[in-house]
T-cell receptor, first 114, second 115 residues
Framework: KQEVTQIPAALSVPEGENLVLNCSFT??????LQWFRQDPGKGLTSLLL?????REQTSGRLNASLDKSSGRSTLYIAASQPGDSATYLC?????????????FGQGTRLTINP | GAGVSQTPSNKVTEKGKYVELRCDPI?????LYWYRQSLGQGPEFLIY????????DSGLPNDRFFAVRPEGSVSTLKIQRTERGDSAVYLC?????????????FGPGTRLLVL
C-alpha cells in the first residue's frame, strides 16, 4: 500500500528565507507527483506537477524535484513571503491500470513571519 | 463554470440523519473524484467516476456512503445514517479525461459536521 510522508509537519521561518519541504513515498511505481497549496478553510490549488519521467518542474519562485527511484520529492521556495503561509500537500498518482486516485501526505503547515 | 463548485459549503446535521453533497465539475471534464479530509490530515480518496459510471469506489468506507453521476456531469455524494466520525471536509475534483498524466482540479469543499 502506497504511503506518503511529509516532513516537517510544521515550519516557521522569517520572511525572505529560502526553504525546502520534503515528501517521501514508499512505492516508486507512480505516474506523477503533484504539490498542492491549501489555505485555511479553502480547497486545494495545484502548484506543480512532475511526471514520472521528469526530474523537476519550476514555476516562479517554486521548484519541485523528483527522485522516483529513491521515493523522494522536494519543494523549494525561494525568497519566502508572508503570502506563502499555507499548508503544502504532496500527492502521488500510482501507476496502476485504471486507477486515478491521488495518495496524499498529511501536509506541512508553513508560516512565514514578516 | 470556471472551476469546480461544491454545495453546500457547510452542512451541520444530527447523528443518524441523511445528507447529500453536490459537486459541479469543470465543464467538459469527464473524470470526477471525491476525497475526504479529516482535520490535520491529507485528503483520502473515496470514489472516481469516468462519465456516468463509478470506475473505482475502493475508497468508500462502508455501505452508508454512495455517490451518483447520472448524466456524467454533476455528482452527488450521499451519506446515510450519519455518524460523528463522518465529520470532515468533503472535496470534489475533476480532470479532462481521467488520463494518468492529468492534473486534478479541486473544489472548495463541503465542511460536514455531525453532532
Amino acid at each position: 500500500k502506497q504511503e506518503v510522508t511529509q516532513i516537517p509537519a510544521a515550519l516557521s521561518v522569517p520572511e525572505g528565507e529560502n526553504l525546502v519541504l520534503n515528501c517521501s513515498f514508499t512505492d516508486s511505481a507512480i505516474y506523477n507527483l503533484q504539490w498542492f497549496r491549501q489555505d485555511p478553510g479553502k480547497g486545494l490549488t495545484s502548484l506543480l506537477l512532475i511526471q514520472s519521467s521528469q526530474r523537476e518542474q519550476t514555476s516562479g519562485r517554486l521548484n519541485a524535484s523528483l527522485d522516483k527511484s529513491s521515493g523522494r520529492s522536494t519543494l523549494y521556495i525561494a525568497a519566502s513571503q508572508p503570502g506563502d503561509s499555507a499548508t503544502y500537500l504532496c500527492a502521488v498518482k500510482e501507476e496502476i491500470q485504471g486507477a486515478q486516485k491521488l495518495v496524499f501526505g498529511q501536509g506541512t503547515r508553513l508560516t512565514i513571519n514578516p | 463554470g470556471a472551476g469546480v463548485s461544491q454545495t453546500p459549503s457547510n452542512k451541520v446535521t444530527e447523528k443518524g440523519k441523511y445528507v447529500e453533497l453536490r459537486c459541479d465539475p469543470i465543464s467538459g471534464h469527464t473524470a470526477l473524484y471525491w476525497y475526504r479530509q479529516s482535520l490535520g490530515q491529507g485528503p483520502e480518496f473515496l470514489i472516481y467516476f469516468q462519465g456516468t459510471g463509478a470506475a473505482d469506489d475502493s475508497g468508500l468506507p462502508n455501505d452508508r456512503f454512495f455517490a451518483v453521476r447520472p448524466e456524467g456531469s454533476v455528482s452527488t455524494l450521499k451519506i446515510q445514517r450519519t455518524e460523528r466520525g463522518d465529520s470532515a471536509v468533503y472535496l470534489c475534483a475533476s480532470s479532462r479525461r481521467g488520463q494518468g498524466w492529468e492534473t486534478q482540479y479541486f473544489g472548495p469543499g463541503t465542511r460536514l459536521l455531525v453532532l
